[in-house]
């Protein structure tokens, strides 16, 4: 978080103090994480082609991410692909929170909550799942 802090110093010449919410935004993307980390890694055991999957998802993915371009750049007929998108709302959160003096909108965040926790819950139940099978396909 220091180095994100400086770069936005050295790169705006300022830093929001809504920068401080970062370590939510940063335990919400981790709690994501984790999640499908769970839900991929089960995926693994059993499917040996899911790294390939994968890799195509998340090529997929981070390019309806409006990361590297704005979200009036993606069509028009694409972009519910980026409002069902939760890395957006993170994308987002985290560009507002350290370029703009903007408060967070509360039903983005109870939005991004929900993903989060809704992603962390689904994968730890579907690791815990189909983990009693691993050992027999290993």
């Known amino acids: 978080m220091g180095l994100v802090v400086v770069a936005c110093l050295l790169w705006e010449g300022h830093v929001s103090a809504m920068a401080a919410l970062l370590p939510m935004y940063m335990a919400l993307t981790g709690l994501f994480g984790v999640g499908v980390g769970w839900i991929v890694s089960s995926l693994q055991v059993y499917l040996r082609d899911t790294g390939q999957v994968v890799s195509v998802v998340l090529t997929f993915w981070f390019w309806m991410t409006p990361i590297m371009i704005s979200e009036e750049q993606i069509p028009e007929q694409l972009r519910f692909l980026v409002r069902i998108n939760p890395l957006a709302y993170l994308a987002r959160a985290y560009r507002d929170r350290l370029l703009t003096y903007r408060a967070p909108d509360l039903e983005e965040l109870l939005l991004l909550s ?25």
Do not use: I, S
């Open 114 to 138: 929900a993903y989060a926790v809704t992603a962390f819950v689904v994968g730890g139940l579907f690791f815990r799942h189909l983990k009693r099978g691993f050992a027999d396909v290993l």
